[in-house]
C-alpha cells in the first residue's frame, strides 16, 4: 500500500465579533482551504482576546497565519509564502481604465442589441462613447474636491482658472447624457469639444512634451492610473464623438 502523505495543517487568528468580522481572516481562511489546507480557525471574538494574541505573538494586527508551527504573519505575507502575487495599492495601474472602457462598450453592445438585434451599429458606437463619458463623470462626482486636487497637476485651463476643475466633470457628464440621448446637440457637441481639445493638449504637453510622470484624473483623484496614453483617448474620444454629430446629426 503506498503511504498517504499527512494532511496540511495551518493555524488560523482571526476577529469573528459581533460587529466585526475580519474581511482578510476570511479570505485568509479561503486561501488555505483551496491550497488544501486544514485550517484551525482560532476566533477572536473580543477585544481583550485580539490584544493578547498580538501582544503575545509581538504583532500589530490580525489575522495571524501559522503553517506547520511556523508563523507566516496576516493575509499579504501568506500570499507571498504560497507563491500568490501581492498587489501594491500604491502602484500605478492601467486596469480601472480598461475595465471601465470595457464595460461601457459591453453596455452600448447590449442596448444596440436590445433595439436593433445586433449589437454591432453605429449607434452601439455613439452609445460606447456617451456611456463612457457619463460613466467617468460619476467616478469624478464621487469626491469633486480629490479629482480637482490632481486635475490641477496638469490641466492647462485649470491651472489658469480653479473654478474649471470643478466644472469639468458636471460638464462631461451633461454631455454624454445628452449624446447619449440624442438631443441638444447644439449643446453637447460645443461642450465636448472644448473639454476634449483643452484635456487632450494638457495631456500632450504633461507626459509627452514636458515628460512629466503624474497620476491621471480620469477615474476620479484617488486613483493610480497614470497619466498617458489611455487619458488621452477619454479627451479623443469626446472630440471625435463631438465631429462625428456635427455631421451625422440634422
Same mark, same amino acid.
Given at each position: ?35 488544501? @489546507? ?33 508563523? #507566516?504573519?496576516? @493575509? ?21 481604465? #480598461? ?66 476643475? @470643478?466644472? @469639468? ?15 441638444? #446637440? ?65
Amino acid at each position: 500500500m503506498p503511504a498517504t502523505s499527512e494532511p496540511r495543517q495551518a493555524t488560523l487568528y482571526r476577529m469573528v465579533m459581533e460587529n466585526h468580522v475580519c474581511p482578510y481572516g476570511l479570505k485568509a481562511r479561503d486561501l488555505l482551504r483551496r491550497q488544501g @489546507y486544514i485550517v484551525d480557525d482560532v476566533w477572536l471574538t473580543t477585544r481583550e482576546q485580539t490584544d493578547a494574541v498580538k501582544a503575545e505573538h509581538d504583532v500589530k494586527t490580525t489575522p495571524l497565519v501559522f503553517i506547520a508551527g511556523e508563523r #507566516i504573519g496576516g @493575509y499579504d505575507d501568506l500570499r507571498r509564502h504560497l507563491g500568490k502575487k501581492v498587489t501594491d495599492p500604491k502602484a500605478p495601474s492601467y486596469t480601472p481604465v #480598461i475595465a471601465l472602457f470595457a464595460i461601457t462598450a459591453l453596455m452600448a453592445a447590449a442596448v444596440s442589441q436590445a433595439i436593433y438585434g445586433t449589437p454591432f451599429t453605429l449607434h452601439a458606437a455613439e452609445w460606447f462613447v456617451g456611456f463612457s463619458m457619463v460613466v467617468l463623470a460619476l467616478l469624478k462626482l464621487q469626491n469633486v474636491e480629490s479629482f480637482a486636487t490632481m486635475f490641477l497637476n496638469y490641466d492647462l485651463l485649470a491651472k489658469r482658472w480653479v473654478p474649471y476643475s @470643478y466644472i @469639468y466633470p458636471f460638464a462631461e457628464g451633461l454631455a454624454g447624457v445628452l449624446m447619449i440621448a440624442g438631443v441638444f #446637440i447644439w449643446l453637447s457637441v460645443p461642450v465636448a469639444l472644448f473639454i476634449g481639445t483643452v484635456g487632450a493638449v494638457s495631456v500632450i504637453k504633461a507626459v509627452y512634451l514636458d515628460r512629466r510622470e503624474l497620476k491621471c484624473a480620469c477615474v476620479g483623484g484617488s486613483s493610480n492610473v497614470p497619466l498617458g496614453f489611455l487619458s488621452l483617448t477619454e479627451n479623443l474620444m469626446m472630440i471625435a464623438m463631438a465631429v462625428w454629430m456635427t455631421f451625422a446629426w440634422p
